[in-house]
């Protein structure tokens, strides 16, 4: 054994960097709904960056460790206590046989990233460890389960420079790409989108984010469905956004104003329900030149 679970979260999850190469067959991508703190959990334990976390969504979750390991803990600031003793999160953190994790009440965003030194033993499906709900891959952690991994007797604990800590609001700007369909859209309809705030529904999960707000109308009903990528805005007949997240169906028919840089995406991952976003158009070549630069700093 190597964890115990006393008490499971509601959605914590396993998941790694997702699973590709398989959207022919329907299968979604999946993978860290926020990759920048899942990156830096596992670079806190010198793990590959892609490696397998757990993805906490909701607090309570309690695990009792039944061996030795270092561990880390990113992404949305909560209480974390070792042995009841409270502890920080953004830095690694040694625990032995017998003691105690618990995450509390969530402070600001919505998943926490747990690691642990050279990962949890999982069998792969498809390539991944992710899990994915709606085509039942991977794992859900439940009260009494066991997680495994090997015994690590460290010495050394790390934490995440304060300057590269993210602060996480309730208010976002989303930069976008126009899509090859932008011309369905009239100008009118663009200035709308680009010039008002929408609101996150509660149709927010792994798999999109619904927004509400100025209607925006296409000068089509739909498309052939077609492929369709991680970030993509979908503009249904009701005219309120869908932006497509890791979980989205691989096709879809409704025309696509756009698609979110997908960093922000990452941002938009810790959001609760009631924040508010807009956005911002970038061009592709800035959007590239964002995307070199954020993977870069994590594979140096």
Same mark, same amino acid.
């Given at each position: 054994?190597?964890?115990?679970?006393?008490?499971?979260?509601?959605?914590?999850?396993?998941?790694?960097?997702?699973?590709?190469?398989?959207?022919?067959?329907?299968? /979604?991508?999946?993978?860290?709904?926020?990759?920048?703190?899942?990156?830096?959990?596992?670079?806190?334990?010198?793990?590959?960056?892609?490696?397998?976390?757990?993805?906490? +969504?909701?607090?309570?979750?309690?695990?009792?460790?039944?061996?030795?390991? $270092?561990?880390?803990?990113?992404?949305?600031?909560? @209480?974390l206590f070792i042995n009841d @003793?409270?502890?920080? /999160?953004?830095?690694?953190?040694?625990?032995?046989?017998?003691?105690?994790?618990?995450?509390?009440?969530?402070?600001?965003?919505?998943?926490?990233?747990?690691?642990?030194?050279?990962?949890? &033993?999982?069998?792969?499906?498809?390539?991944?460890?992710? /899990?994915?709900?709606?085509?039942?891959?991977?794992?859900?952690? @439940?009260?009494?389960? &066991? =997680?495994?991994?090997?015994?690590?007797?460290?010495?050394?604990?790390?934490?995440?420079?304060?300057?590269?800590?993210?602060?996480?609001?309730?208010?976002?700007?989303?930069?976008?790409? =126009?899509?090859?369909? @932008?011309?369905?859209?009239?100008?009118?309809?663009?200035?709308?989108?680009?010039?008002?705030?929408?609101?996150?529904?509660?149709d927010f999960n792994r798999m999109?984010?619904?927004?509400?707000?100025?209607?925006?109308? +296409?000068? &089509?009903?739909?498309?052939?469905?077609?492929?369709?990528?991680?970030?993509? &805005?979908?503009?249904?007949?009701?005219g309120k956004p869908i932006i497509? =997240?890791?979980?989205?169906?691989?096709?879809?028919?409704?025309?696509?104003?756009?698609?979110?840089?997908?960093?922000?995406?990452?941002?938009?991952?810790?959001?609760?329900?009631?924040? $508010?976003?807009?956005?911002?158009?970038?061009?592709?070549?800035?959007?590239?030149?964002?995307?070199?630069?954020?993977?870069? /700093?994590? =594979? +140096?």
């Amino acid at each position: 054994m190597s964890f115990k679970v006393l008490n499971s979260a509601f959605l914590t999850l396993i998941q790694d960097s997702g699973r590709f190469s398989y959207s022919h067959l329907g299968v /979604t991508n999946s993978g860290f709904m926020d990759e920048y703190a899942a990156f830096a959990c596992n670079k806190l334990l010198d793990n590959d960056i892609k490696g397998n976390l757990l993805e906490i +969504s909701f607090p309570n979750l309690h695990l009792e460790a039944t061996k030795d390991t $270092t561990l880390a803990f990113t992404g949305a600031f909560c @209480e974390l206590f070792i042995n009841d @003793e409270q502890k920080n /999160t953004w830095c690694s953190h040694q625990v032995k046989k017998g003691d105690s994790i618990r995450i509390g009440s969530f402070k600001s965003g919505q998943r926490v990233y747990l690691g642990v030194k050279n990962g949890f &033993i999982l069998k792969k499906e498809f390539g991944s460890f992710s /899990t994915t709900l709606k085509e039942g891959f991977g794992k859900i952690l @439940e009260k009494n389960s &066991i =997680l495994d991994f090997e015994e690590f007797k460290g010495t050394k604990t790390k934490k995440w420079h304060k300057n590269y800590l993210p602060q996480y609001g309730n208010d976002l700007t989303l930069r976008v790409i =126009l899509s090859y369909q @932008e011309d369905t859209f009239s100008n009118e309809a663009k200035e709308l989108f680009f010039n008002n705030k929408y609101k996150i529904t509660s149709d927010f999960n792994r798999m999109a984010c619904k927004l509400d707000g100025k209607e925006i109308k +296409s000068n &089509i009903n739909g498309v052939i469905s077609e492929a369709i990528s991680y970030g993509s &805005i979908q503009i249904p007949n009701d005219g309120k956004p869908i932006i497509l =997240l890791k979980e989205a169906q691989t096709i879809g028919g409704y025309p696509k104003i756009g698609s979110v840089l997908s960093i922000d995406c990452f941002k938009l991952a810790q959001m609760k329900i009631g924040g $508010t976003v807009n956005f911002k158009e970038i061009s592709i070549n800035q959007a590239q030149e964002k995307l070199k630069k954020f993977y870069s /700093t994590f =594979l +140096s």
